[in-house]
């Protein structure tokens, strides 16, 4: 069974810090999704990594696939209240079908 | 605009009820998937469904069913409704893995 362990699970910052959270798994992934929800919502697609060591860069999120295509990570820059929401991260493992980590729920307070 | 609607966005039932949650994508999409949320267990896979007629176990497809008749649109059935299946359930369709939600249906079993 593959598993994809998201941290931190919780983190509460002040708006302009940096914050990175990470996904990580034993198992390779053809390719790893980072999704943003928003609470009473539905979860939104942000970016797909397929490539080992893939950099994606959206506007203050620069998100990173690890060579082994086994982790991957999310750093925010300069963090602002409109980033708050949970975070989740998501494997392809070979089917349609996706593996979710359990999220990583951002507050960031002004 | 790609849109999946769910019937509901809150729905509260007693134990016992036969539950239906509706799920409709106007995207063409030959992949629905159907997940329940709950704090600190992320999202889980109840069923997907990779055609019309066809369907898949998920990871806890224990207590549900689904149909799918017509391509557009994927339904939950909760045979006899319970507390522990109060949850946020979240449908998705997707195209080449990448998933588009829902917006949830928060549902109470009382």
């Known amino acids: 069974t593959q598993l994809l362990e998201q941290s931190p699970q919780f983190l509460s910052i002040q708006e302009g810090e940096n914050l990175t959270v990470y996904c990580n798994s034993s198992?390779?992934?053809?390719?790893l999704q980072w999704y943003r929800q928003e609470p009473g919502e539905g979860p939104v697609l942000l970016v797909t990594?397929?490539?080992?060591?893939e950099v994606k860069k959206l506007k203050r999120l620069t998100f990173q696939f690890g060579d082994a295509r086994k982790d991957s990570s999310l750093h925010i820059t300069a963090a602002q209240p409109g980033d708050t929401g949970l975070y989740l991260c998501a494997g392809e493992g070979g089917s349609e079908k996706l593996v979710f980590g359990k999220g990583t729920k951002l507050t960031v307070n002004p | 605009d790609v849109k999946v609607t769910q019937s509901s966005r809150y729905l509260v039932k007693r134990t016992g009820e036969k539950v239906f949650l509706e799920c409709v994508q106007d995207m063409d999409h030959e992949n629905m998937f159907w997940y329940r949320q709950d704090p600190g267990l992320g999202l889980r896979l109840i069923y997907f469904s990779y055609d019309v007629k066809m369907k898949e176990k998920g990871d806890i497809p224990e207590g549900y069913s689904v149909s799918r008749e017509k391509k557009e649109r994927f339904s939950l059935i909760l045979e006899s409704a319970s507390t522990n299946q109060t949850s946020m359930y979240l449908c998705?369709?997707?195209?080449?893995?990448?998933?588009?939600f829902g917006p949830g249906t928060r549902l109470t079993v009382l």
């Open positions: 998705a369709s997707s195209s080449r893995t990448k998933q588009f």
């Open positions: 198992s390779v992934f053809s390719s």
């Open positions: 990594v397929v490539t080992g060591g």
